[in-house]
């Protein structure tokens, strides 16, 4: 069965970085555009960002842009997103989720905190 596995989440400082990973499992990694996604509370669920089955298009979210990067190692199985400059308004529930614009499964998610 599908999985994905978010992990990398955690408390960080504003200004500051971290790295999320998903660990896919249950089908052809390379075959198929990922997402990450996030939800706050009080607050509706935010896509961030996507790429494409082979790395070749990415999209962003407009207020992540030139700080968050995500990136895919279809050999591992993995998607990332590089987090720098973090700001408070960053801090939410981040999650995986597999597709490009249509999404039909996603992880548990892994909690980024911002606050100093």
């Known amino acids: 069965q599908v999985q994905l596995v978010e992990s990398g989440g955690g408390l960080a400082q504003p200004g500051g970085s971290l790295t999320l990973s998903c660990a896919a499992s249950?089908?052809?990694?390379?075959?198929?555009?990922m997402t990450w996604a996030r939800q706050a509370p009080g607050k509706g669920f935010e896509w961030v960002s996507s790429?494409?089955?082979?790395?070749?298009?990415?999209a962003y979210l407009d207020s992540v842009k030139g700080r968050f990067t995500i990136s895919r190692d279809n050999a591992k199985n993995t998607v990332t997103l590089q987090m720098n400059s973090l700001k408070p308004e960053d801090s939410a529930l981040y999650l995986c989720?597999?597709?490009?614009?249509?999404?039909?499964?996603w992880g548990q998610g892994t909690q980024v905190t911002v606050s100093s």
């Open positions: 790429i494409y089955n082979d790395g070749s298009k990415t």
């Open positions: 989720g597999r597709g490009w614009e249509a999404y039909d499964y």
């Open positions: 249950g089908f052809t990694f390379g075959d198929y555009a």
